[in-house]
């Protein structure tokens, strides 16, 4: 995948860029490639496909005006870096934390920031639950994200300690989450926050109906949450 072919793309999905934003893409979709055949980042795709899935999609909030022009950010269960690492590639006035309970991810990770050159990135290897309990940590960050990690009621557990009084998780989902509206709305409730609007973010030319739903904190998370790790996965708040 050239620059020139992620320049068109973001072009065309509306997505605002910075000059060496195409390049520093193109640096990074080559070492997921090279990696995934190592560690298994993702699944396997065509290139196109790879590109509008996790890089389109993951930028595409960037035309929403959910994502702040600066602030800090912290993404939940990165992964493969979606959406925080293409986030910050974009976005240079983010602040930044990947996080994830998988250290072999983060060396990929690593490599990434160092080939781009990124220097708003920070890297944690840590469960969502361990590290929402320090406090360099908790309410910290203007934005939590995450992105294919769970149901929303177990979403906003991992998330909303993290943000700060008047910021807001973001959850990448699909037209699923109708179903768990209810119940997340529920859990947001008990953990400090507000379930707004969802907002739609189509990607050009295909037929995915994704969107973010963003969710508002509105007041401090009480010191119970998120309770200790595996509890949030395995017994999700409001699920009745």
Known sequence: ?????????????????????????AVYMKLLEEWNTKIDLIAPAEEDEVLDLHFI???AVLKTGLMPEGGRVIDIGTGAGFPGMALAIAREGLDV???????????????????TGLKNVTIVHSRAEDA????????????AAARAVAPLNVLVEYLLPFVRIGGSAL???GPAVNDELESGRRAAHLVGG???MP???????REWDHLILPVRKT???????????GVPKAAPLASK
């Open 1 to 25: 995948m050239t620059p020139g072919d992620i320049r068109e793309r973001l072009c065309r999905n509306e997505i605002p860029y910075g000059e060496d934003v195409p390049e520093k893409l």
């Open 57 to 59: 999609d993951s930028l």
């Open 97 to 115: 934390t990947l996080m994830d309970a998988q250290k072999k991810r983060l060396g990929f990770l690593e490599k990434v920031a160092a080939e």
């Open 132 to 143: 929402a309990k320090k406090k360099e940590y908790r309410e910290q960050f203007d934005i």
């Open 171 to 173: 959850c990448w989902k």
């Open 194 to 196: 507000r379930l707004e």
């Open 199 to 205: 907002v739609r973010c189509p990607v050009a030319g």
């Open 219 to 229: 007041e401090r998370t009480a010191a119970a949450y998120p309770r200790r790790s």
